[in-house]
């Protein structure tokens, strides 16, 4: 089970740090994943993690404003969001896939576990 929090109000310009906990199970071999869904749009990938080794992965849009890290010890991952936008405003998800190789998964379908979602909202 994945726990997702960390979400808010901010000012363009502002951070914000997300927490993605997982109880029941340890994320060893697995990728954990950040999502987004603004209204009306489809659900968006925005970084992952490789647990083992801890190679990152982001997309283009948040490139250099987000860095995504784990903390072994809390079995946590979180993302570190800086220098938002209003277009950064959404739902995020955190979600998880046993990791196969040295793939990346971009997809929503990659993903077999996700979190309950935390919305952010950046103001202009």
């Known amino acids: 089970q994945l726990q997702a929090s960390g979400g808010g109000l901010v000012q363009a310009g502002g951070s914000l740090r997300l927490s993605c906990a997982a109880s029941g199970r340890t994320f060893s071999s697995y990728v954990v994943g950040w999502f987004r869904q603004a209204p009306g749009k489809e659900r968006d990938f925005a970084a992952a993690?490789?647990?083992?080794?801890?190679?990152?992965y982001y997309a283009d849009s948040v490139k250099g404003r987000f860095t995504i890290f784990r903390d072994a010890a809390k079995n946590t991952v979180y993302l570190e969001m800086n220098s938002l936008k209003p277009e950064d405003t959404a739902v995020y998800y955190c979600a998880a896939r046993y990791g196969y190789g040295s793939a990346w998964y971009r997809t929503v379908n990659d993903y077999p576990y996700w979190g309950q979602g935390t919305q952010v909202t950046v103001s202009s």
């Open positions: 993690i490789r647990w083992s080794g801890g190679s990152t």
